[in-house]
């Protein structure tokens, strides 16, 4: 008999039967809520019966349109719904499959249009699991053991993580910027320089968001010597963080967006956006892929953009984040085991500590099993696994916020004493 290889590893022992706004229904017919989205990825809810019915109908009339060859309607309706909510500029677009994907888009682009080698990327960032985004990936060693030799050309320059530093904002932003003018001065020279490749929050890396002025830092410097900035959104973008992209809370402009997750409701599609200038200084016939622009995806998309809208979902994300800050918070301030909470909109992270401070995962992940074994379904992230992270889909009520929170409380309590 076949058997799973131990590659698909789950944290909980939860088999799916079918999936319904915030709560997955499991086959031994308990209700879970469904606090990880699949990791984001079901920004509208599962199931959500427009995006459902929209793909129903797409499947009907035209699974797959290769693009290389044909156009078809459901792509060209979704280019023009995404031109809308796009920061000004960004008005051509490329379509692919996963994240991973979209980030190999964009660092292809930016080698192309700029003619340089290295790309930086910052310390506790994720950008995926192929090799190319693997190598650029810093949020864990686990990412890339055992596959080297990486993709040369990537340099690791420090985020401005005031926790992990035992410092405050404005003095882990001075140093992150000092030291990435020393990167330049010592191992990679502006000039030689592609692309700045960032999260707007570290996902992956423990849910630490950036800062307008680390951001105004990396936008000059990208003006000054011709560096692209590529703005990685595939977990922070589509309303997720209570503004409709990650960085639109630090007032900067990107000049490529990396989209995917959020993006379809759970269907497989991602993307770059870039301008109609930038993206011209592409090699053509040099990106693309059998699958990218599906045609089902991309009704799924379009549905999934107006369902954001009409039911005010960004605005939903902020104001039940701000909920799932406090009480999460609350939680923490009577639990030493929690050193930090910390999050944007829907996108939440309490940092399991021990008493000296270290990453204390073995902690985080009893935690998560208690939740599980209570009926709220978490995912933990950080170098060291020590962060449970809590990221519902942006239908979630108040009513399920409150449920989610009592239950939290009591498997801390239940794995902590507190
Ligand atoms: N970038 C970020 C910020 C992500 O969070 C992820 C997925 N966790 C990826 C890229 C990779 O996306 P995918 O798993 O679809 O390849």
Redesign the pocket.
Known sequence: MAQLSPLLKQATPVVVDHGEGVYLYDTEGNRNLDFTAG?GVTSTGHCHPRVVAAAQEQVGKLIHGQYTTVMHKPLLELTERLGEVLPSGLDSLFFAN????A?EASLRLARQATGRPNVIVFHGG????TVA?ASMTTSGTRFSAGISPLMAGVHVAPFPNAFRYGWDVKTATDFALQELDYLFATVSAANETAAFVI?PVL??GGYVPGNTEFFAGLRQRADEHGILLII?E??TGFGRTGKFWGHDHFDVRPDVVVI??GLASGFPL?GIAASKELMSKAWPGSQGGTYGGNAVSCAAAAATLSVIQDEGLVENAAERGRQLLDGARLVADKTPAIGDVRGLGLLVGSEFTTAEGKADSATAAAVQKAAAARGLLLLTCGAHMNVVRMIPPLVVTAEQIDEALAIWADAVASVTGN
Do not use: M, N, W
């Open positions: 990791i996963s994240g991973s994907e980030v994720f950008h995926g699991r985004t999260e996902g992956e990685d595939v977990q995917a997750k991602s």
